[in-house]
């Protein structure tokens, strides 16, 4: 008793200490046979499929062991496969000539073994969790010593595999994600560490964002956005060829190829998931049919892996998104351009460096300034002032657009009420929105707050919005949108319109006031027939439709001419003015309230020739 009270301690002390169940069983085995020299142990377990798996049998042949596993248990399973599927002790005299041991005797008698005790091992719950056996090297069966090691052993062995299962239940809970079932970040760099040993085999990784989920979270409610997530996962887990699919952040999955990838096996991949979205039904969430971005990468290198492919889904991110990118090399430095240029908007934002400038609008009939368009600009730390097109790549990020957009909101709404306080009463003066401000919502609360601020009306503020800005926002969160800013009395107008996709479609789907006509079709519409063409039926299609019509890019009186004979109401362009400081626009406001065209051109003159002197 003293033995085996000694063999339960060392087990005891094992279980505690956390080691692995295959060692301990292992040891527990090597014990009692060393206690007893007549007897063989051994430890199976059962799997969640009721088949035998071995856990320890230090002193079986491994031949004997390798043929147990994966046995089903049943009425004629050998003694442990028998045991575990009656829940009773089995025990065999003669292994020879038992029915029970029918197409397995032979393993056993080359083993050196010819009789078998077996006792199932049972959980708390007393579900049987696996056997316990002791092999005899002579026809026989158990002895009283024999009961008492058995009786302790299974005690020992149910509190080791209880312990295991608790353990393995715990690791799973770690490695997987509780919303969607999918293995998580942590599962997903394990594996990704695991691989980096295994050779030079090119692995093929796709990084798959889910669009608009921060829309839906803030718009409408976590538990919409979390069945958004889980209709994504779902497609994704039901992809073929031995993909295996992560859920790595709160809208981003992770899917790796192991296996030799290519640029072609991942374009294929990556087409089926954008099919089998697309061919979800349009209510299936919250947003519709879901759309997603992927960024791909390919290389032997796990690090380099993960890092191309983070790079392929932000450049996707910021220039195609709801499409595919494969990583390619220019991209590392067209997204540290963009980086750059991300920190140094930051830091002009931080700093209060960054401007409005006001650029006319005017009447073609008689030059009075019909309203203003306002111009993001930055000073830079050298006092220079550059024009939205040197930092446009920081405008990709969403935190950074809006930023500029809520500064914008803010100093046009003070210059509002700055010139109505010098005795000009302001015009109604345009802020270009982008998609990002369309897609998050609440715009029309922003707006608010800046003119509430001021001490102005909503509705002296309008937005412009361009076709491609709502193509990427998505028409529904767009005319979510815009239906907020029109019950504020805010007037919308379509800018550069014609460069977009769907532009008549946009005119009857979006509450739009105004349209205004790209300069790109201004430019060559002397020039080109057809351009020329376009203008004219955009001019008869505004008037049928009521809208407004504001010509762009307008730069020569000959232009003016043209558009005027047309029958264009509004034009703006560097004829009439280029975009000027608030106190410069402010002037030149006060003074062309009704005169022509040229006077606006001299008096635009003017004013640039003041500040240049200035400077």
Known sequence: ?????????????????????????????????????????????VDDERRLRPVAAPSLSPRFSASVDGVPIGPKAGSCGTAAFLGREVVIEDIATDPLWEGFA?????????ACWSRPIRGSDEKVLGTFALYYRERRGPSPADRAIIERCTHLCSIAMEHDLLIARNRRLALADQLTGLPNRTAFEEDL????????????????????????????????????????????????????????????????????????????????IFRRLRALPQ?????????????????SEMCKLRR???????????????????FKEGMRTAIGSRLDAIREVGAALAEERMTTYFQPIVSLADGRIFAMEALARMRREDGSVVTAGAFQPALDDAAIACA????????????????????????????????????????????ARACDKAGIAHHRISVEITENAVLRAGDRAVRTTLAALKRRGVRIALDDFGTGFASLTHLLDLPVDVIKIDRAFVSRMRTDARARTIVEALLSISRGLSLNLIAEGIETEAQAQDLRRMGCPFGQGFLFGRAEAPEIAMELYRRLGRRDADAAQRTSAEATARRMSAA
């Open 1 to 45: 008793m003293q033995a085996l009270q000694a063999i339960q301690n060392e087990i005891l002390e094992l279980v505690a200490r956390g080691e692995p169940l295959r060692a301990l069983a292992e040891r527990l085995c090597r014990l009692v046979e060393a206690h007893d020299p007549s007897v063989v142990c051994s430890v199976l377990s």
């Open 106 to 114: 032979h393993l056993a008698l080359e083993a050196g073994v010819v």
């Open 193 to 272: 560490a695991a691989m980096t040993g295994r050779g030079p085999c090119r692995t093929g990784l796709l990084l798959v964002d889910v669009d608009g989920l921060k829309i839906v979270n803030d718009t409408l409610g976590h538990a919409s956005g979390d069945a958004l997530v889980a209709t994504v996962a779902a497609a994704l887990s039901e992809l073929e060829g031995g993909t295996r699919v992560y859920r790595i952040g709160g809208d981003e999955f992770a899917l790796l190829r192991p296996d030799g990838a290519s640029p072609q096996a991942l374009r294929a991949l990556s087409s089926a």
């Open 283 to 299: 209510n299936a969430t919250a947003l519709g049919a879901p759309s997603v971005t992927i960024g791909g990468a390919i290389d």
């Open 308 to 326: 191309k492919a983070d790079l392929a889904l932000y450049h996707a991110k910021a220039s195609r998104r709801g499409s595919y990118l494969l």
């Open 404 to 447: 500029i957009t809520d500064a914008t909101l803010a100093r046009v709404a003070a210059t509002i009420r700055a010139w109505d306080d010098a005795g000009v009463v302001a015009p109604k003066i345009g802020v270009n929105v982008t998609a990002f401000d369309l897609a998050r919502g609440g715009l029309d609360r922003r707006l």
